[in-house]
């Protein structure tokens, strides 16, 4: 138990003054800072867990609080030490082992980061980051005399009867225009303190920062923009013609916002389980039938308690994986309403814990840190691996059958978006200080081009020109996004490869995932059997895949 800077200040003591005279000496050190990092990166992952999944409970937030802005402050200075004395060792050149190349690069672009004074500007930036769940957890709506969370809501939203969605799209949104001007408040604060940070470390700008702190050494902010192109010249076109066949569906004049969710049949929304309960027993008897391995890790994961799954007052938004190095179980998070996206949420949250368990073998903490284009190549790969045994929460083949389309119309949907946060954000921290008008234009302006031309948005434009306060990300893992249109292209090939051949493809699936971050992203995917490539011609490729697979949904 981590109660006090005092009771573990020795051990990082010890590491720091410790003398180096050999290869094993150096080797030995490495083991012992891994399995410290393992134990502080575990309480923290507890308290955070905690905190989240209570955040109304003072003595969890204030845990956590203790934690970020006494202990990780006080570390902070001897990890930069500890990095030093890495890379400076006369040693530091026999560690030929596999994936210290990798590790020695994050190392070194760690050291040339470090800047003693941005240390309280981290702690202050965790601190307000957090507050973004807080005010989100509190959301709630009346929807027929009854108060129900904000997740709960959007199961309404697929609604047969047209009315009823309205009624509940506007009560959702304009209860989140009720927190409009305090998100605003509070994301010019982040933004400050970011673009603060970035100047210590003598960047011109925080997406510059972010770009070295994030380790992007394999792709630059250039790639990013031919990329947001690529989604709106070859995917936006498609995402576009889906909606035009969902409007002449639903016989409707205008698309609108509230059309977006419903089944075009006008059938009721599919119901893949009743309980958390069954959600967890039918996603495991899904995992076996991929894998008994698969299955077998969430089962140990049912019985240690670790998923959290259901939705309810006082739990922050979203869902994660979390995994925890000491013991080597991870821990699931989401928030269950009994829908189908909860059904892909944990599939996909499922992947990332299989990844961890796949990586909990590797020699040192920093090992199994995947970046995040490694990282949801794992979870998203499941999501679309595992529509093959889709029939354990739907029997009827007609329901299985919209599950699978509704997902893979998604998967197309969620390019535009993506591009549409990742555009935005590299706007905001070019133009630090821009005003709260000026970022809702940006915004308005960028999800106009991104948007499908479609949706008829008369009336209701302030909604739309909020919509960014919506994405978490934004707010508390700035530029953690355009990953996840990058690994959703490795993850289509992926089933795409599955779909020739599915031994093959998850042993090469499995070989990536155990390498961790001992290879550079490339080396990870091209071991997956794909290419990490998202040029325009790639996207195309896929993406006209994914569309033929749906032509034969229909």
């Known amino acids: 138990m981590i109660n ?90 026999f560690l030929n082992k596999e994936g210290y190349a990798i590790f020695l690069r994050a190392v070194r672009q760690q050291v040339e980061l470090f800047r003693e004074e941005n240390i309280p500007l981290f702690t202050e930036i965790e601190t307000r980051s957090q507050t973004y769940g ?77 770009f070295a702190a994030l380790g992007r050494f394999d792709y630059q902010v250039e790639d990013c923009y ?22 002449e569906a639903l016989k409707v004049k205008k698309l609108k916002p509230w ?112 970046p995040s284009e490694v990282a949801e190549l794992a979870s998203m790969s499941m999501e679309l691996i595992s529509m093959e045994f889709w029939d354990e929460f739907f029997e009827q083949k007609e329901e299985l059958k919209r599950a699978k389309k509704e997902q893979l119309e998604k998967v197309l949907h969620m390019f535009p978006w993506i591009a549409s946060v990742d555009k935005f954000q590299h706007w905001i921290y070019e133009h630090p200080l821009h005003t709260k008008e000026e970022r809702q234009q940006q915004w308005e302006k960028i999800s106009i081009e991104f948007g499908s031309k479609l949706i008829d948005w008369l009336g209701h434009e302030n909604i739309r020109g909020n919509a960014w306060q919506n994405q978490l990300h934004i707010y508390e893992v700035p530029f953690y996004f355009i990953e996840y249109a990058i690994a959703q292209l490795g993850a289509i090939a992926i089933w795409r490869n599955y779909k020739k051949n599915p031994k093959k493809a998850l042993d090469q699936y ?5 390498l961790g971050y001992t290879k550079s992203i490339p080396e990870i995917y091209q071991t997956a059997g794909i290419s990490f490539d998202f040029s325009a011609d790639y996207v195309r490729e896929l993406a006209e895949f994914v569309k033929k697979e749906l032509e034969e949904l229909a």
């Open 4 to 93: 006090s800077w005092e009771t573990v200040v020795p051990f990082f003591k010890n590491l720091k003054e410790r003398k180096i005279e050999s290869l094993e000496d150096l080797e030995k050190w490495l083991l012992e800072w891994s399995e410290l990092e393992a134990v502080f990166s575990e309480h923290a992952g507890w308290k955070y867990i905690q905190m989240s999944c209570h955040t109304l409970n003072k003595e969890f937030t204030e845990a956590y609080q203790f934690y970020i802005s006494t202990i990780e402050p006080q570390s902070a200075p001897f990890i930069n030490e500890f990095n030093k004395k890495l890379i400076h060792s006369p040693f530091v050149k």
């Open 134 to 210: 807080l005010i989100a957890s509190e959301m709630m709506v009346l929807v027929d005399g009854k108060e129900i969370t904000m997740q709960n809501a959007a199961t309404l939203l697929k609604d047969p009867t047209r009315k009823k969605r309205e009624e509940v799209y506007l009560k959702i949104h304009n209860r989140r225009l009720q927190d409009k001007d305090k998100l605003n408040t509070l994301f010019t604060e982040l933004v400050q303190l970011r673009d603060q940070v970035a100047r210590n470390a003598g960047f011109k700008n925080f997406r510059d920062y972010m």
């Open 226 to 247: 031919r990329f947001h192109e690529s989604i709106k010249k070859e995917i936006l076109p498609i995402v576009e013609s889906i909606d035009l066949h969902r409007q």
């Open 259 to 370: 059309d977006t969710e419903v089944d075009i049949s006008a059938k009721p929304a599919l119901k893949p389980f009743n309980s958390t309960e069954e959600l967890i027993d039918k996603t495991i008897k899904c995992f076996y039938r991929i894998r008994p391995f698969y299955g077998e890790r969430l089962e140990i994961m049912k019985k240690m308690g670790h998923l959290d799954l259901e939705s309810r007052k006082g739990k922050a938004p979203g869902g994660y994986n979390y995994p925890l190095h000491e013991i080597g179980v991870p821990f699931i998070f989401m928030n269950s309403v009994g829908s189908l996206r909860d059904l892909i949420t944990i599939v996909h949250e499922g992947g990332h814990a299989l990844h961890s368990f796949l990586t909990r073998d590797l020699e040192i903490t920093e090992f199994k840190s995947t």
């Open 510 to 514: 499995e070989n990536a995932l155990k």
